[in-house]
């Protein structure tokens, strides 16, 4: 692993594979770079991997007050210049990673050859605003634990725990989150909707949504998906954090869409 600093942050990395073309894998609010590992084998063999910690998260730099899309599509930007990755790359993220994916592909229209994005959580409505400022309060004032219990219920429900072991790896790693981190990306999803931004993604998008997912079910994606130009949908068998669910699933559907793209 390495790090660097861009755009005003400190940023833990790994570029790995080879091959003409890259691919940027962005993971989930409470996530980090590893929730791609068993999903990288099969996406490194034709081509570029990058992989990163957002800011906040895993072992990059912790955040002191407010967090915006722009910062975080900038940091992108800012990763690809100092790794001197030029012309276009491909993205591929999970929930508020591939809400991130996205407003980089409509800040930076040249740089974005193709989105994957499952379950993309652009924001927040209106009915559930107050409730998600009041889980950041809650995780500020009592730690990650105090909200564990709720919040992998829905996005990691008993029927997909296909793996006890990697069902409790991933819970102890969630648990590990910067409280105050965790509480800025939430207050962020709460204070700015970019689900309007998905009308103006030039790109060729594959959006998918898991079965089991009881944040991003397929009946709220769906209807996002149609929203992007020429945009294909996928229903997966899997949940809110399918990269880790279902690893294989995940990786077959970036590698089989941005293959067909020569991506």
């Not at 040249?110 to 950041?136: C, I, K, S």
């Not at 995780?139 to 219920?153: F, Y």
């Not at 991933?170 to 509480?183: G, I, K, M």
Request: aromatic letters at 6%; hydrophobic letters at 45%; one cysteine or more.
């Amino acid at each position: 692993m390495n790090w660097v600093e861009v755009n005003g942050t400190s940023l833990r990395y790994e570029l790995s594979g080879s091959g003409p073309t890259t691919v940027v894998l962005i993971h989930e609010m409470g996530g980090t770079l590893d929730s791609w590992d068993q999903v990288l084998p099969a996406l490194t063999n034709s081509r570029r991997v990058l992989r990163y910690d957002t800011r906040g998260a895993g072992q990059s730099e912790k955040l002191k007050g407010a967090v915006t899309w722009d910062q975080m599509a900038d940091d992108i930007a800012a990763l690809l210049d100092v790794l001197n990755i030029q012309g276009k790359v491909s993205l591929a993220g999970i929930a508020v990673g591939a809400a991130i994916a996205a407003h980089f592909a409509v800040k930076y229209p040249d740089r974005a050859a193709a989105l994957v994005l499952h379950g993309p959580a652009t924001g927040v409505t209106d009915d559930r605003r107050q409730a998600t400022l009041d889980r950041a309060a809650a995780v500020e004032a009592n730690g990650m634990r105090s909200v564990v219990e709720t919040s992998l219920a829905a996005s990691y429900p008993p029927v997909v725990r296909h793996n006890e072991d990697t069902f409790k790896e991933f819970r102890a790693r969630w648990l590990a989150n910067d409280p105050e981190s965790f509480a800025a990306i939430n207050r962020m999803l709460a204070s700015e909707t970019i689900t309007d931004e998905l009308t103006r993604i030039a790109c060729p998008t594959l959006v998918t949504a898991g079965r089991h997912d009881g944040l991003r079910p397929p009946s709220i994606i769906e209807p996002m998906s149609k929203m992007i130009p020429g945009a294909e949908f996928l229903e997966l068998n899997s949940g809110h954090f399918a990269s880790i669910q279902t690893p294989g699933m995940m990786a077959q559907a970036i590698h089989y869409f941005l293959h067909a793209l020569g991506q």
